[in-house]
């Protein structure tokens, strides 16, 4: 299922990219979903992104991060992202 939403084309639109989609460009092998780790049973579907925007960052290594050893805190998972800052 793809989902255009309107946030993520306002984004793109303005030049920013979305990192996870950076390190993991295929969506069949990494999903990327983050909604919701809570409600297993709904939709599920990737729904939080970090953008980026510049030719200083890179990113280089993202992950969803929906687990915890005592029970997932939010009905979101959360999107984590390193990035190397190149010099101008």
Known sequence: LV?????TKFMKSAGF????????PDETKKTGI???PLYKEGLQTRMD????KGEQLEPVYSEVINTYQFGFPSDHAAVLV?????EP
Request: aromatic share 32%; hydrophobic share 50%.
């Open 34 to 36: 983050t909604w919701s």
């Open 17 to 24: 990219k979305d990192a996870y989609r950076q390190i993991w």
């Open 49 to 52: 992104f970090i953008f980026f």
């Open 82 to 86: 390193s990035f190397k800052i190149n």
């Open 3 to 7: 989902v255009d939403f309107p946030a």
